[in-house]
């Protein structure tokens, strides 16, 4: 990575400063104290990072805001609190990052300059408009805290340095850092505590707020309840026997009860089919009757109650013509016969009336009765004449009234014929001869009555159909026989062996259904006895406040989540022991390397008095330290004086750049007044020093020492690739 440009629109004492154009090589940033040295290195970090560290996160590490050293550097002079820095990777990428810091309203713009493109929309941005640890990677090629604790050297780290934990620090972010930004002995320890935080495997007396210790707890009162619920089974195990038995009983009693059923249902089809096979034929033969009914239909409305009447005025009609028959034929041979009988008749009585008037006289006389006799005389000749006369009277009403009768007959007979063709005409029978409409009524009578016949056959044919459905309706029997049916198969259904059941040696359905409630009752006794066992039973374990299945089911639940806890734990330290493997792997090619790259310096910056530098381990501590060239005795470097001291660690600081540029990106060497301390030679060595590390690295030297300008003037004034900067310039 090479810094070309950084723009200051307003940082700390800072405020819009012209932009400052760095070069690729030494690039040497000289002025008096409080100039803005310290303040413009700070805006070149917050330009590239933003305020922002990262923390552990349930993701990965989170951007952390660092509001209070935000406030720190907040324009003096207010206005704009931003800067712009424009930087070249070594893989030719260029970007541009312009920031604007104020808390939740920061802003960041980053540009890729080849081509000219805003690609600030493609970003993952975080709070205050930080970047993730990958994206920082990508862009900037180093975690803020590689950085700061490798190629970033402000003042007053030198001295820090010299504290065995604070290099051991500086190592691991330098060199234990992961592409998250992590540092690894971090995230070992943070492994190593989660695990510890989980707790001993063992149901001890620690911590019970520890996952896995309080899991492990449970578990033994899992199984402390699961144990007492085996005990008192134990101690009911006579009635738990017994309770098997009457199961089983009760189980023998459901393959005879299908037994029974199959054999009822099978009845109770067959029954069915008989009522059904008696109702087809009745509803055959009633069918035929309907049949024979619907030929004789259209006679059904004819008056047939008028057939009496009909005869009778027929007979009457017949017998009135016979009268008149007989009458016509005896009436011209009377006629003769009367005139003579009447006029002989006449003077026979008269005579025989006067013979006895007179010997009736003649006896009065005789016997002297004269008057009597005259008188009776006379009376019988009166009665004689008077019987003549009624004599010719009778003859001739005779006549009369025989002519009278035959008069009358015709009448009647005419009145009866009137009334029968009326009857007829009714009944829908015309026609001139009457007695062959009478015989065309008839037949239609008789048609009516055969019409009645076969009614009264389907009536009986109905009844016989009744009958035969035994008080079910056809479609009530239809459905009672599909639900016969389908009761036979369900029970063949389950159970195939139902099939070889012989359904008569069961006897009847009454015998079947006798049978059925006697088991049934027996399976009810059962499950009586069954269900006081059980309340017996289960009485035994009320005290236990909880069944066998919760037990089971808690031990079961808390052994898993043992079982997790273990597993998680394991794979914790397991994860803590390889990433230690690793990072003792690591360190041990990377501290054989930056000794090397040490010893090319520390000859040159101690004169020869130093030629190697060892870095060891005591614990967890990073110890520095100096190999004497004549003695070879190595010397610890807080042993040392305080210029060598410092001069060491600018050298171990600038080999871990180096070593860290290795395969990766090469950072800019960023050093604030890191020479205070040396004397006139030592400062010439460094300078030295430095001025071979600019011809391959991005050195931006602060300094307010006249020396150090003056060495650059003379070393590197008329070298293009290096730049002078004199603060007092910069802020007018």
């Known amino acids: 990575m090479k810094l070309n440009r950084l723009t200051v629109y307003g940082f700390g004492r800072l ?32 330009a590239l990072y933003g305020f922002h560290s990262y923390s552990k996160g349930s993701r990965g590490p989170l951007p952390e805001y660092e509001p209070g050293l935000e406030a720190r550097y907040k324009p003096w002079s207010g206005g704009g609190y931003a800067c712009c820095i424009e930087y070249d990777l070594d893989d030719g990428r260029r970007y541009a990052f312009d920031r604007g810091f104020d808390g939740s309203s920061s802003r960041l713009s980053v540009r890729d300059l080849i081509p000219a493109t805003d690609i600030s929309g493609g970003l993952d941005l975080g709070r205050c408009k930080s970047l993730s640890p990958d994206a920082v990677l990508t862009y900037i090629g180093s975690s803020r805290d590689a950085f700061v604790s490798s190629a970033f050297i402000g003042q007053g780290q030198l001295t820090q340095l010299a504290a065995a934990d604070t290099l051991s620090t500086a190592f691991a972010a330098a060199v234990d850092t992961g592409a998250r930004g992590v540092p690894a002995d971090k995230s070992a320890a943070a492994l190593g505590k989660e695990a510890d935080g989980l707790g001993k495997e063992a149901a001890t007396s620690d911590r019970s707020d520890r996952p896995l210790s309080d899991a492990l707890r449970r578990q033994k009162q899992a199984e402390q309840r699961l144990n007492g619920w085996l005990g008192a089974e134990q101690a009911a195990e006579a009635r738990v026997s017994a309770r098997e038995s009457l199961r089983q009983q009760l189980a023998a009693t459901e393959p005879q009860l299908r037994h029974l059923r199959y054999a009822a249902a099978r009845l109770d089809q067959e029954r069915l089919d008989g009522i059904a096979q008696a109702a087809d034929r009745a509803r055959a033969e009633r069918d035929a009757r309907l049949a024979d009914r619907d030929r004789y239909a259209e006679w059904a409305a004819f008056p047939v109650e008028r057939d009496g009447e009909a005869k009778e005025l027929w007979g009457a009609i017949e017998a009135g013509r016979r009268q008149r028959e007989r009458w016509q034929q005896a009436a011209a041979p009377e006629a003769r016969r009367a005139a003579p009988r009447v006029s002989s008749s006449r003077p026979v009585a008269a005579a025989i009336l006067c013979l006895l008037a007179l010997a009736v006289f003649a006896a009065g006389i005789a016997m002297g009765y004269l008057l009597p006799g005259l008188l009776l005389a006379v009376v019988l000749g009166v009665a004689a004449l008077a019987l003549s006369r009624r004599r010719e009277g009778e003859a001739e009403a005779g006549d009369a009234g025989a002519a009278g009768a035959l008069a009358d007959l015709e009448r009647e007979l005419g009145e009866n014929e009137a009334k029968l063709r009326a009857l007829l005409a009714q009944a829908g029978v015309i026609g001139s001869d009457l007695k062959r409409c009478l015989v ?46 389908q009761a036979v198969e369900q029970l063949l259904a389950q159970d195939a062996t139902l099939a070889e059941v012989d359904v008569t040696a069961l006897g009847d359905a009454t015998a079947i259904s006798r049978e059925e409630q006697a088991l049934l009752a027996e399976a009810d006794r059962l499950r009586s006895d069954l269900d006081k066992l059980e309340g017996a039973i289960a009485s035994a374990f009320d005290s236990l406040g909880y069944s066998r299945a919760e037990a089971e089911e808690q ?11 273990q597993h998680y734990k394991q794979a914790l330290e397991l994860a803590r022991d390889q990433l230690q493997e690793a990072m003792a792997e690591a360190r041990g090619s990377f501290v054989p390397a930056l000794e090397a790259e040490m010893g090319k310096s520390v000859g040159l910056i101690t004169a020869g008095r130093y030629e190697q530098a060892r870095v060891t381990h005591r614990g967890n501590e990073m110890l520095l ?25 600018i050298c171990l600081r600038l080999a871990m750049a180096r070593n860290l540029s290795e395969g ?5 060497l960023i050093l604030d007044d890191p020479f205070a301390n040396c004397d006139a030679p030592r400062l010439k060595r460094m300078l030295e020093f430095v001025g071979r590390l600019a011809q391959d690295h991005q050195v931006l030297l602060f300094t307010k020492d006249p020396t150090i300008r003056e060495w650059f003037e003379a070393s590197f004034a008329d070298d293009a690739g290096c730049h002078y900067h004199d603060m007092a ?3 007018g």
């Open 15 to 46: 405020t819009s400063l012209p932009p400052i154009a760095f070069a690729p090589g030494l690039n040497l940033l000289y002025g008096e104290n409080e100039s803005g040295k310290s303040t413009l290195q700070q805006a070149i970090l917050a």
């Open 440 to 485: 065309t009524f008839n037949e239609r009578a008789a048609a009516r009555r055969a019409f009645d016949d076969c009614r009264r056959a389907v009536q009986d044919s109905e009844h016989s159909l009744t009958i035969a459905l035994q008080g079910h309706t056809p479609d009530e029997l239809a459905v009672k026989h599909r639900a016969a049916a």
């Open 555 to 565: 031990l079961a639940a808390v052994r898993r989540e043992v079982a997790r806890l």
């Open 625 to 649: 330290a100096l190999v004497d060239k004549g003695t070879g005795e190595a010397r610890a470097a807080e042993h040392l004086s305080v210029g060598t001291r410092e001069q060491c660690y």
């Open 664 to 668: 990766g990106e090469k950072l800019p």
């Open 729 to 731: 310039a910069l802020c």
